[in-house]
T-cell receptor, first 114, second 112 residues
C-alpha cells in the first residue's frame, strides 16, 4: 500500500533557528510530491516537486526531492512565530490523466517560540 | 484565499443521522476531491469527481457518497453517522491536468 511518513511529528524551536522537516514515501508510479502548510484548517500549497536534485525556493523556505532514496526535505531558515503550523507532505501517483488522489503523511507540528 | 468555499464551517450531528457538506470551486476547476482529516492525522482521500462522475475512491464505505454538479460545485453525503466520522472534511479543486489542488477551509463535523 502507498505510504508517506513524516518526521519528526513535532518540533519546538526558537525564532531564528533553522529547521529541516523530512518526508519519506513509498508509492507506485510516482508523479509528484507536494508540501502544504496547515495553520488552522485549509492546507495552503508550498511546493510541488517532480524532479530529483532540483531545489525549489520561496523566501526562507526551500525543498528538494531525492527520487532514488524516496524522500524529500523542507527547510525553513530564520524561523518566525508565523511559521508555527502543521507541515504536510503529500505524494501523488500517476493515475490516468487527471490530477489524482494525494497520499498525505501525518504532518509535522512546528512551534516557533519568540 | 483559495477561492474554494465550503459550508457549513461547523456541524454537530447525532449518531445515525445523515449529513450533507458542500463545496464550491474556483471558476473552471472541473475536478474535486474530498478528504477526511481526523485529529492529529493527515487528510485521507475519500473520493474524486470529474465531469459529474466519480473518478477514484479511497477506503471509505458506501455510506460516504458524493455529487458534482454542472457548475462543478460538489456535495459529500454521509449516511448513518458514526462517532468515528467526527473529523475535518476538506475539499480540493483543480483543473484537469493542472499542477496544484486548492483546498477549502473545511467543515468540522462532530458526531455525538
Amino acid at each position: 500500500e502507498d505510504k508517506v511518513v513524516q518526521s519528526p511529528l513535532s518540533l519546538v524551536v526558537h525564532e531564528g533557528d533553522t529547521v529541516t522537516l523530512n518526508c519519506s514515501y513509498e508509492v507506485t508510479n510516482f508523479r509528484s510530491l507536494l508540501w502544504y502548510k496547515q495553520e488552522k484548517k485549509a492546507p495552503t500549497f508550498l511546493f510541488m516537486l517532480t524532479s530529483s536534485g532540483i531545489e525549489k525556493k520561496s523566501g526562507r523556505l526551500s525543498s528538494i526531492l531525492d527520487k532514488k532514496e524516496l524522500f524529500s526535505i523542507l527547510n525553513i531558515t530564520a524561523t518566525q512565530t508565523g511559521d508555527s503550523a502543521v507541515y504536510l507532505c503529500a505524494v501523488e501517483p500517476v493515475r490516468g490523466s487527471t490530477l489524482g488522489r494525494l497520499y498525505f503523511g501525518r504532518g509535522t507540528q512546528l512551534t516557533v517560540w519568540p | 484565499e483559495t477561492g474554494v468555499t465550503q459550508s457549513p464551517t461547523h456541524l454537530i450531528k447525532t449518531r445515525g443521522q445523515q449529513v450533507t457538506l458542500r463545496c464550491s470551486s474556483q471558476s473552471g476547476h472541473n475536478t474535486v476531491s474530498w478528504y477526511q482529516q481526523a485529529l492529529g492525522q493527515g487528510p485521507q482521500f475519500i473520493f474524486q469527481y470529474y465531469r459529474e462522475e466519480e473518478n477514484g475512491r479511497g477506503n471509505f464505505p458506501p455510506r460516504f457518497s458524493g455529487l458534482q454538479f454542472p457548475n462543478y460545485s460538489s456535495e459529500l453525503n454521509v449516511n448513518a453517522l458514526e462517532l468515528d466520522d467526527s473529523a475535518l472534511y476538506l475539499c480540493a479543486t483543480a483543473l484537469l491536468g493542472g499542477t496544484e489542488a486548492f483546498f477549502g477551509q473545511g467543515t468540522r463535523l462532530t458526531v455525538v
